[in-house]
């Protein structure tokens, strides 16, 4: 009777995390659909200067078309994450810094008016403050954080109020 519990409670999560799984490949789809694009991490910001510390790196850029933010303090404001503190703000880009799970991690937001179509580009840089916990943490934090990222710049870019 109890193996039988274990296996269908089993069977439900393998079911649930695939369901997930097909999720995030599908939210990562709409982000490519909408132009959403993975570049290097732009050298000219302060999350650049994060990166030699790093165990990973990346940047993604979504053009703004039809909606736009004014300023910097407008896309703090509705920033999709804001990790645990902010660490700098300048005309262009807000940088957070945050921990989780023996990660630590730098979320910077950079609005650039002087492209044509305005654009977004969210960078992030992580590194492992604890080895054993980060390290395995990080093995499957990666993939959410490649598939849900562009996701949620669309969503942002997309709802941009200005």
Known sequence: MIVTAIKIVLLIAF???IALAIGLVVMAGVAQSHDVVRIPVPQSTFVAGTEPKSIYSDAYVAPMEYSTFRDIDRVAQLAFHRGTKEVHRDER????EGTMLGLSYTI?????KDSSPQTLTVATTVRIVEPKKGKYCWMVAKHVHRHLLPYL???MVITAPD
């Open 108 to 112: 910077s937001y950079i609005l650039m």
């Open 15 to 17: 079911v649930i995390l």
């Open 153 to 155: 710049l669309d969503r």
């Open 93 to 96: 880009e807000v940088a957070y």
